[in-house]
């Protein structure tokens, strides 16, 4: 873990305001080589804090909201120009115990030869992540063993991401065209042509999804936007038009009998695909 850059994505929030940054620092070892890149989405820019400079690589401001793949491949291009061995993503939502880096360098020593590494991450409905794979969809875990599963089995969500910096590039790294829903999806579809390997770490963080129960009507409506269009995107890229527009339409039901309007279902209807 000495080799290590982890990237944290920001929008809108403070960086020492974020569950991610306040959790990381807590665990964050005394003497260690690893280094943070924060790459902000945010309208505005903001001012690092002096007290950041030892862990603190670099700050990028993006004020053009690319989504969170655009900011896990600049990471790791300066993850190989800099000479890191891995990349560990972080959203701005994500909860870990204070026995992180301990549990992760663990998991690399118990399995040299995998390339990738996740968390446990659980929100308010239990296990979010890992989830299990189907063609188009993911189903909710009960539960899941620490230890190395398949990525033809599960995958993982984005966030607590541990990845070789060479394999990442090897897989192509994200693209760029789905700026937060499907990302994980799509990138573990490309990484499992390198291996199939995934260790799941024995620690659990907790997460805030995007879907919480007491999100708001405008923004559940906003979120709903972009998700349609990256179901349209991975309609394209996987040639499944019948099953994402199916997807889109029963998430559309659902948040459409949330928020006591009908405006999801029309928009999903009206989509084209």
């Not at 120009?81 to 690399?108: C, H, K």
């Not at 969809?137 to 990525?151: A, C």
């Not at 799509?186 to 659990?204: E, G, Y």
């Not at 879907?211 to 559940?220: E, K, N, R, S």
């Amino acid at each position: 873990m000495n080799s290590c850059l982890i990237v944290l994505v920001l929008y809108k929030q403070k960086l020492q305001e974020t569950a991610s940054y306040q959790s990381l620092m807590a665990a964050w070892p005394s003497s260690n080589c690893m280094k943070l890149l924060v790459y902000d989405n945010s309208p505005a820019a903001q001012l690092m804090d002096q007290t950041l400079d030892g862990p603190l690589l670099q700050y990028i401001h993006d004020p053009s909201n690319p989504g969170v793949g655009k900011a896990y491949n600049v990471a790791a291009n300066v993850a190989r120009e800099e000479g890191y061995r891995w990349l560990m993503l972080m959203d701005q939502d994500s909860t870990f115990p204070v026995n992180i880096f301990d549990a992760y360098a663990a998991s690399i020593q118990a399995f040299p030869h995998v390339l990738i590494f996740g968390p446990r991450l659980f929100d308010h409905r239990g296990l979010l992540s890992p989830f299990g794979r189907g063609k188009t969809s993911g189903r909710r875990l009960g539960k899941i063993s620490p230890g190395l599963h398949s990525l033809t089995d599960v995958a993982v969500i984005n966030s607590g991401l541990l990845i070789d910096v060479g394999a990442f590039h090897q897989s192509c790294g994200y693209d760029e065209r789905l700026p937060l829903d499907f990302s994980d999806i799509h990138f573990l579809s490309r990484f499992s042509k390198i291996s199939t390997d995934l260790v799941v770490v024995d620690i659990a963080g907790q997460q805030v999804h995007s879907d919480q129960p007491d999100t708001g009507y405008q923004d559940a409506l906003h979120r709903f936007g972009y998700y349609l269009q990256a179901a349209r995107v991975m309609a394209n890229l996987e040639h499944a038009s019948s099953s994402y527009r199916l997807r889109t339409l029963a998430r559309a039901i659902k948040l459409s009998w949330r928020c006591r309007s009908f405006r999801f279902l029309h928009t999903a209807l009206t989509a084209s695909f």
